[in-house]
């Protein structure tokens, strides 16, 4: 199956401050799905990267999948409260439409 | 706008009982998903379901169940609840195909066995 990797487990920064969250698979990936989770609550999807190099911006959090389709990392820039929470990496196996998750990036922002 | 909708937030369940925990979906998707959640082992898949009446075996599938009788709905059976299946449970749903497959996630239930 497949195993996704996250660093760090967990984060605090000084608010304005940009920081790395980084997603490593076991396997070559199909698809790499970012999702953020506000403590005790669902999931919200905020990007997905399919092509090898392919790199995606929302407002002020990037995320990029390297050209071995193996590795993911998302940059937030200038951080805000608003950004913290717990950040997941998922992923899907093309055949058996599975979804997969790295254990999670636990992120405080301190004003 | 889309929509997974989980029936409970919270429920408390004494050991041994049968839980039902329920999923509805709106966006006529054919993949549906159960994990739960535990500090420091992040998500874990129990049971998916790939069709009506389909199911498959996740990670952790000892001690549950899942029934999809109807494409929208796919519910997860705790058949004697014990006190470390308190977790917070989501559910989830997706398309099936060669196109954008992201999950689409409910509001989760936190369930405590006493």
């Known amino acids: 199956s497949q195993e996704l990797e996250q660093s760090p487990q967990s984060l605090i920064v000084q608010e304005g401050k940009n920081l790395t969250i980084n997603c490593t698979s076991s396997k070559t990936l199909y698809g790499l799905y970012w999702y953020k989770q506000k403590y005790g609550e669902g999931l919200i999807f905020l990007m997905m990267l399919q092509k090898g190099g392919e790199e995606k911006s929302h407002e002020k959090i990037t995320a990029k999948l390297d050209e071995k389709k193996q590795q993911s990392s998302l940059h937030i820039t200038a951080s805000q409260p608003s950004h913290a929470g717990i950040y997941l990496c998922g992923a899907d196996e093309y055949n058996f439409n599975k979804f997969y998750f790295g254990s999670g990036t636990k992120l405080n922002v301190k004003p | 706008d889309v929509k997974v909708t989980q029936s409970s937030r919270y429920l408390v369940k004494r050991t041994g009982e049968k839980v039902f925990l329920e999923c509805v979906q709106d966006?006529?998707?054919?993949?549906m998903f159960w994990y739960r959640q535990d500090p420091g082992l992040g998500l874990r898949l129990i049971y998916f379901?790939?069709?009506?009446?389909?199911?498959e075996k996740g990670d952790i599938p000892e001690g549950y169940s899942v029934s999809r009788e109807k494409k929208e709905r796919f519910s997860l059976i705790l058949e004697s609840a014990s006190t470390n299946q308190t977790s917070m449970y989501l559910c989830?749903?997706?398309?099936?195909?060669?196109?954008?497959?992201?999950?689409?996630f409910g509001q989760g239930t936190r369930l405590t066995v006493v």
């Open positions: 966006m006529d998707h054919e993949n």
């Open positions: 379901s790939y069709d009506v009446k389909m199911k």
């Open positions: 989830a749903s997706s398309l099936s195909g060669d196109y954008s497959r992201e999950a689409f």
